[in-house]
Nanobody, 123 residues
């Protein structure tokens, strides 16, 4: 069973910084990419940033300049550094992974999600 476990969320004053981490556990064949999405109250889940196995990153416009994604598919980890936190960054942040694993001897590629970690920007 594959599991994604996030850590690092919390309450931060506006202008502060936060680092989120995610690690993948369980039996798998390959990780093709990992990243972060977020969902604010009353809004749809949106992409924050993703990183591919080759190191290419895709960062949403709102995240450019303040959010930095880093990851290591071999170590099965992805981090998100958030600087200059704004109140509108308040959301549940979800770790995401694009993974292939053998299920009943068949190599299957699937998206996996963590449970989410709350980030709150407030004084």
């Amino acid at each position: 069973q594959v599991r994604l476990v996030e850590s690092g969320g919390g309450l931060v004053q506006p202008g502060g910084s936060l680092r989120l981490s995610c690690v993948v556990s369980g039996s798998l064949f390959k990780i093709y990419g990992m990243g972060w999405y977020r969902q604010a109250p009353g809004k749809e889940r949106e992409l924050v940033a993703v990183i591919s196995r080759s190191g290419e990153t895709t960062v949403s416009e709102f995240a450019k300049g303040r959010f930095t994604i880093s990851g290591d598919m071999v170590k099965r980890t992805v981090d998100l550094q958030i600087n200059s936190l704004k109140p509108e960054d308040t959301a549940i942040y979800y770790c995401y992974a694009d993974i292939s694993r053998y299920i009943d001897s068949l190599l299957t590629r699937t998206e996996y999600w963590g449970q989410g970690t709350q980030v709150t920007g407030s004084s």
